[in-house]
C-alpha cells in the first residue's frame, strides 16, 4: 500500500518524466559518471535520511520520496532525518493508508516530547491511491519545475532549513559560551569545544563511537562508568544512547580525557592545545555546553540540535562554521564589520558545488588534477572538490576507496592557503570530516585499533610521512615567504595548480579597517606593485585572479567567485587590469549572480560573478555570458537555475570592454549593437560649459564654513522632481567642499544623480531646467551649456525624461542595478547621445511637450477646489505628453520600428522585471484564458519577419498551443494563403501533439521538463515552425519575435545549404 502511494505519484503527477533518480550509497552500473558527479553526493545523502527516491530540477534535489510506519513518532523521525539534508523542499511521505506532503523549511520536532506530542505541519493529505492525480494537482512536476508551485503564499523563508537553522544554532551556542567568560583571547577555546563537540556528534551518529569506546575510558576513572549510566538533568529522550557524549560532558575530567583520547586515535590538526585548553575551559563551560546541545529549557528549548542528525547533514554545513568562528568579535555587528572590511562570507553550498561542477569535469578529473583554493576560509570548495574526485575514482574503479586512496588524494591533489589561522583549522577539520565519510565505521575502528592515524594536513615543520601540507595559514601574497621556504615554494609556488578555485575577498576593506585586515591589504598591494599588477579601487577580487594565473600551469583552469567590478567597473586602472589579465587568460564561461545577490549572500551587497577561464592565450572562440535572474525557485530554494534565455555570447577580442558585460546582463545583441549605433551622435560632453558644470556642495567632515553658500538658500532634497514647485532650506554653516559655483545660478540643467526607483518611478531620470538662484548638495549634477540657448537647454531636458535616456543609462552604467543605482557625471551622464538640430520637425514637437510638462501643476482636487483634476487624472495627462514626447525623441534621432520596440519593451517590461521580478507583470501570463492581445503582437511581428522569405501569396499563420499545466506556450505557425484572414486562435488538447512534432524534428528527444528547464525551443520543419516558451509576458515581446524570427531563419537556410551539399555528394 505504501509503495502504491508513491507509485501513483511518480505516474500520476509525472515526475517520473523528470529527473528522478533512486536513492543509492555508491554509484550504479546504469548511472551515468556525470550524473553519478553531480547528483552522487545527494543520492547517498538521501539514502542515509531513508528517502527511496530523489526528483531534481538541475542539480538541485528538490523532492524527496520516503515511507515509514504509522505511528506519529515514526512519522516525526522520518522528517527529522530528511529534515537534515537541508537541501530538499517537499517531502512526499508515505504511511499505511496515508500519503502526506510535508515542507522541509518549516521547524522540527521532537520525536519523544516529555509533555505533550507535537504536530508536523502538513501542506496536504490524503488517504487513497486513486486521489493523488486530483488532490495532489498542483505538486504535478511542471508546475515543480516551473517554480509556480512555490509561489504560494505558504512557503515562507528558508529560516529554519537545517543549514540555516544550524548556522543560527551556532551563534547561540557561541554567544552563550562568550558570555560565560570565554571571550577576547580565550574565544578560540569555545571555538575548538563546539568544534569538537560536532566531531564527537557526528562520529557518535555514524556509530563509530559507540558503547565500547566510551566504557574503555571511563574504566580509566573513578566514577565514570556511573556517569555514563545516569541521565544529566533535561536531557532529551530522544538523546537516547547514541549521545553518551551528553553524559561525558557533566564531568570535566572525563570529558578532556575523552578529548585527548581522540586526538591519540584521530592525531592530525583538529585536536590541537588540547591541555591548555583544559586550563581555560571550566565546568560550568561544559554544562552550558551539554545544555544547549541537549536541554529541554530556556533558551536551549529553541534550538535543534535535538533534530540534527549529523551522519546525514551535508558535510560541506560544517563549513559554516566559518561564518561564526573567522572573527573574534563578539557583537553580530562587529562581525558584520569585521566581515565587510574582510570581504569574507559564508559560501554557500550550492555555490561551491556550482563551480566545482564547471570545472572539475570528468575530462579534466580524468588528468588527476591538483586543485588550490587560494583564499580557503574553511574549506568548502577544497571539501566539494575532495568529494567530487572520491566520486570520479569510485565510478572508474567500482568499488569505494581505500583509507589510503583517500589519503592520497588529500596529500596530491587537494591544497589551499588561507590567512586566518583557525579558519585554515576549520578547513583541515572539514577535510578530515569528509575523509572519514567514505569510511564505514568498521573500518574506522579497525584503524583506531591498529594505529592508523589521519594526516597532518597544515602546514608545519613536521618531516614525517603523515605530515601532507597541504593547507598554509599564510598569505597567498607573501610570495617572499614562499619562495624562501622550500616546503612552501613545492606546494605553493609558480605553477603548482591544475585547477585554482574559491571565494577570495571581495572590495577594499578600507581606511577604517582594523591593523591585521590592513596588513593583509598591503602585502596584496606590494605584491601587485612589485610584479606590475594593475588593479582598479584597489580590488582584491582583481588582484586574485591575477595571482590565480601565477598559481595555475600552463593550459590549467580557474573558477572563481568576484566581484562584478572585475568586469563592470571602468576605471583607466580597472580597464588596464583586465588587460593584464587577458593577456594571460582566455575565458570561457561567466555567470552574472546580480540580480540574486541577495539570496546567496545576505550581508553582502556587492554584485558578483562566477569566471571561469583558462591560463592560455586568447583564441577566436566565444564566451558563454550566463546572467541569474530572480525566479521563484531561486528565491524560495536557493537553487542556481539558468534557461537559455539567460546566455549571450562574447567574443574574445570584446572582453576587455566593460560596456558589453552590463549591456548583456539585461539586454540581448541588438541592445548591444542598438548601443553602438547611439554612439555615432554627438555627446552631451560636446555642447557643455564643463568648467562651469559639475556637482553641488558636500557636507561631509563639516571642516570648512559655507561662506560664499550663504547667500544662496538650499534645494531640499526630498521636493526635487521633474515637476512641481521646489522647496529650499538653510545652508549648514560648515561644510566640507562647496562644489563648483558657477551652477548656482543662471539657465542649467539640474540633474538628480541617483535613479528614482520609489513611488513606481522605477527608474527615472529626474532632471530640471532652472535659472532661479539656489544652489544644492552633491547629490545633484548642474550642467551649463556653451552657447547657452533656452531651446538646446529644453531639448536636452526633454531626451533626460525620455525613455531613450532611461534605456541608454541603464545599459552603460557601472553602478545602476549593480551598486549604488546612479549615474556618473563623466564617463555615463556627458556621454549620453544628443541631436541639436533647429531645423528638424521633431525639435519643435519636444520643446512643446518639454513646455508642456513644465508649466502643467493644476491644483488637485480636494474639498476646497472640487473643479480640480483628481491625482491619477493629472498623472494620466503628464504619462500621454510623456508619450508623445518619446515619439518625438524617437524621431529626432531617426530610430525605425525595431529599435523603438527594443526601447519600449526594455521600459514596459525587462526593468520593471528588473525591480519586480516575482509577481509583477513582466513575469505574468502571456496567454491567459482566451485573451491573445499580448501575443499576438509577437506573432504579427514574426511573421512579418518571414513574410518577406515567401512565395508571392503565401503568408505565415499561427495557433496557439498551451501546455505544461499553463506554464508552457507553444506559436506554431504553417505556411497560408495571403487571403485567409489572420485569426490567432488555441488549439485544444493539441499539446501531446506539439511534443511530438518537436521529438520528431530534433536529433535528442525534449520532453516537457528541459523545455521548461532551457526555457527555448525553435523546432523549424518543411511544414512550418515551432516556438515555446514560458508562459511569461517577458518571453513573448516585439525585440523577442523579430529575435526568433531571424534565429528560426538562419536555422532553415542552414538546413537547405546542408541538404543542398548531401544532394550534390549524392
Known amino acids: 500500500m505504501r509503495m502504491g502511494f508513491l507509485d501513483a505519484v511518480y505516474t ?278 551539554q545544555d544547549l546541545l541537549y536541554g529541554n529549557a530556556g533558551i536551549r528549548g529553541k534550538l535543534f540540535f535535538f533534530a540534527y542528525r549529523f551522519d546525514i547533514i551535508p558535510l560541506d554545513l560544517i563549513s559554516a562554521i566559518y561564518e561564526e568562528f573567522y572573527h573574534p568579535e563578539t557583537k553580530d555587528d562587529t562581525k558584520k564589520k569585521k566581515a565587510r572590511q574582510d570581504g569574507a562570507y559564508y559560501t554557500p553550498p550550492v555555490l561551491a558545488e556550482f563551480v566545482l561542477s564547471r570545472v572539475l569535469t570528468e575530462g579534466v578529473l580524468k588528468k588527476n588534477p591538483r586543485v588550490l583554493d587560494p583564499a580557503c576560509g574553511s574549506g568548502i570548495f577544497l571539501v566539494e572538490a575532495f568529494r567530487r574526485i572520491v566520486r570520479y575514482r569510485w565510478k572508474k574503479k567500482r568499488e569505494a576507496l581505500t583509507f589510503e586512496e583517500l589519503k592520497a588524494i588529500l596529500k596530491e591533489q587537494i591544497a589551499g592557503i588561507e590567512v586566518n589561522e583557525e579558519a585554515a583549522r576549520i578547513a583541515a577539520f572539514s577535510l578530515y570530516l569528509s575523509l572519514l565519510h567514505y569510511l564505514e565505521p568498521p573500518a574506522i575502528s579497525h584503524l583506531i585499533k591498529n594505529g592508523e592515524k589521519l594526516p597532518n594536513l597544515l602546514v608545519s615543520n613536521g618531516r614525517s610521512e603523515n605530515h601532507y601540507h597541504s593547507i598554509w595559514a599564510g598569505n597567498s601574497f607573501d610570495t617572499d615567504t614562499i619562495e624562501s621556504n622550500a616546503t612552501l615554494k613545492e606546494h605553493f609556488g609558480q605553477s603548482c595548480a591544475d585547477v585554482v578555485v574559491g571565494n577570495p575577498p571581495w572590495g577594499d576593506p578600507g581606511t577604517k579597517a582594523d591593523a591585521e585586515t590592513k596588513e ?80 546567496f549572500f545576505k550581508e553582502a551587497i556587492s554584485p558578483f560573478l562566477a569566471v571561469f577561464f583558462t591560463k592560455q592565450n586568447r583564441d577566436d572562440s566565444l564566451i558563454s555570458y550566463w546572467s541569474a535572474k530572480q525566479v521563484t525557485q531561486t528565491s524560495k530554494n536557493q537553487a542556481v537555475i539558468f534557461s537559455l534565455y539567460d546566455r549571450q555570447f562574447v567574443k574574445q577580442d570584446k572582453t576587455a570592454n566593460s560596456l558589453i558585460w552590463k549591456e548583456l546582463w539585461f539586454g540581448r545583441d541588438k541592445d548591444a549593437k542598438f548601443i553602438d549605433y547611439l554612439a555615432v551622435y554627438p555627446r552631451l560632453f560636446d555642447f557643455i560649459d564643463r568648467g562651469s558644470s559639475g556637482r553641488g556642495f558636500q557636507v561631509a567632515a563639516r571642516d570648512k564654513d559655507a561662506g560664499l553658500l550663504k547667500k544662496f538658500k538650499q534645494l531640499s532634497i526630498g521636493s526635487f522632481s521633474r515637476y512641481g514647485e521646489l522647496e529650499f532650506e538653510e545652508v549648514p554653516d560648515k561644510i566640507h567642499r562647496a562644489g563648483n559655483v558657477g551652477i548656482y545660478d543662471g539657465h542649467r540643467l539640474i540633474i538628480k544623480r541617483g535613479v528614482s526607483e520609489s513611488n513606481g518611478d522605477q527608474g527615472k531620470i529626474h532632471a530640471r531646467l532652472e535659472s532661479t538662484p539656489f544652489c544644492f548638495r552633491h547629490t545633484f549634477y548642474g550642467i551649463k551649456l556653451q552657447a547657452p540657448v533656452e531651446w538646446k537647454y529644453k531639448i536636452i531636458l526633454g531626451i533626460l525624461w525620455s525613455s531613450l535616456a532611461r534605456y541608454y543609462f541603464f545599459m552603460i552604467s557601472s553602478n545602476w542595478g549593480l551598486w549604488h543605482h546612479e549615474i556618473h ?61 518619446d515619439e518625438a525623441v524617437f524621431d529626432l534621432f531617426g530610430l525605425n520600428d525595431e529599435q523603438r520596440d527594443l526601447i519600449h519593451d526594455f521600459c514596459e517590461v525587462t526593468l520593471p522585471f528588473y525591480y519586480q521580478p516575482i509577481g509583477g507583470e513582466a513575469s505574468s501570463e502571456a496567454v491567459k484564458g482566451k485573451n491573445f492581445c499580448w501575443i499576438e503582437k509577437y506573432a504579427k511581428i514574426f511573421c512579418k519577419r518571414w513574410n518577406a522569405y515567401l512565395d508571392e501569396g503565401s503568408e505565415l499563420r499561427a495557433c496557439v498551443h498551451i501546455g505544461a499545466d499553463g506554464n508552457l506556450v507553444a506559436v506554431e505557425f504553417t505556411i497560408d494563403d495571403k487571403k485567409t484572414p489572420w485569426k490567432l486562435q488555441s488549439e485544444k488538447e493539441s499539446w501531446g501533439g506539439v511534443l511530438k512534432k518537436i521529438s520528431k524534428a530534433l536529433p535528442q528527444p525534449m520532453g516537457t521538463s528541459q523545455i521548461l528547464l532551457d526555457g527555448l525551443v525553435h523546432v523549424v520543419t518543411n511544414d512550418g515552425i515551432i516556438v515555446v516558451k514560458r508562459n511569461e509576458k517577458r518571453f513573448w515581446t516585439r525585440s523577442l519575435a523579430r529575435e526568433d524570427a531571424d534565429a528560426t531563419l538562419a536555422k532553415r537556410m542552414i538546413d537547405t545549404r546542408d541538404a543542398a551539399r548531401e544532394s550534390t555528394d549524392a
Open 520 to 599: 593583509r591589504q598591503g602585502i596584496l598591494l606590494r605584491w601587485c606593485e612589485k610584479n606590475g599588477k594593475p588593479i582598479g579601487d584597489k580590488e582584491p577580487s582583481q588582484a586574485f585572479l591575477l595571482r590565480s594565473v601565477d598559481f595555475l600551469k600552463t593550459k590549467g583552469k580557474a573558477g572563481l567567485l568576484v566581484s562584478a567590478g572585475v568586469l563592470f567597473k571602468h576605471s583607466p586602472t580597472s580597464q588596464e587590469f583586465r588587460k593584464t589579465w587577458l593577456d594571460n587568460a582566455k575565458i570561457e564561461e561567466i555567470f552574472n549572480f546580480s540580480h540574486v545577490r541577495r539570496l
Open 12 to 289: 500520476g503527477l509525472d515526475y517520473q518524466n523528470g529527473v528522478l533518480l533512486n536513492t543509492s550509497d555508491r554509484p550504479q552500473p546504469n548511472q551515468s559518471a556525470e550524473q553519478w558527479l553531480d547528483k552522487g553526493e545527494w543520492l547517498a545523502a538521501g539514502r542515509r535520511a531513508g528517502a527511496e527516491k530523489v526528483f531534481f530540477v538541475g542539480n538541485n534535489p528538490l523532492i524527496l520520496f520516503s515511507s515509514c510506519g504509522g505511528k506519529p513518532e515514526e512519522k516525526i523521525k522520518a522528517f527529522n532525518k530528511a529534515w537534515s539534508l537541508a537541501r530538499p523542499r517537499l517531502l512526499f511521505l508515505a504511511s499505511p493508508g496515508k500519503l502526506t506532503v510535508y515542507d522541509l523549511a518549516q521547524k522540527p520536532v521532537q520525536e519523544n516530547a516529555r509533555d505533550k506530542q507535537p504536530d508536523l505541519k502538513w501542506l496536504a493529505t490524503l488517504n487513497k491511491v486513486a486521489d493523488v492525480t486530483e488532490v495532489l494537482r498542483e505538486y504535478h512536476r511542471n508546475q515543480v519545475e516551473s517554480g509556480r508551485l512555490f509561489a504560494d503564499k505558504r512557503f515562507g523563508d528558508l529560516k529554519n532549513r537545517a543549514d540555516k537553522a544550524l548556522i543560527r544554532d551556532l551563534k547561540t551556542v557561541r554567544a552563550e559560551l562568550i558570555q560565560a567568560g570565554l571571550s577576547k583571547e580565550k574565544v578560540r577555546f569555545a571555538h575548538a569545544l563546539i568544534g569538537r563537540s560536532i566531531f564527537i556528534r557526528y562520529l557518535e551518529d555514524r556509530g563509530v563511537l559507540d558503547r565500547d569506546y566510551f566504557y574503555a575510558i571511563a574504566r580509566q576513572g573513578k566514577g565514570w562508568t556511573d556517569i555514563l549510566e545516569s541521565d544529566p538533568p533535561a536531557l532529551l529522550a530522544t538523546s537516547g544512547p547514541r549521545s553518551r557524549y551528553a553524559r561525558v560532558l557533566g564531568d570535566q575530567e572525563f570529558t578532556y580525557a575523552l578529548f585527548r583520547k581522540l586526538a591519540k586515535d584521530f592525531n592530525g590538526d583538529m585536536f590541537p592545545n588540547v591541555e591548555e585548553e583544559r586550563e581555560k575551559v571550566t565546568q560550568k563551560h561544559l554544562r552550558l555546553t
Open 825 to 885: 557625471l563623466d564617463d555615463e551622464l556627458l556621454q549620453l547621445p544628443i541631436v541639436l538640430d533647429r531645423d528638424q520637425s521633431s525639435t519643435s514637437e519636444i520643446i512643446k511637450y518639454v513646455d508642456e510638462l513644465r508649466k502643467y501643476n493644476p491644483e488637485p482636487y480636494s474639498v476646497m477646489n472640487l473643479t480640480g483634476p483628481t491625482g491619477e487624472e493629472i498623472e494620466q495627462t503628464r504619462r500621454e505628453w510623456e508619450s508623445k514626447l
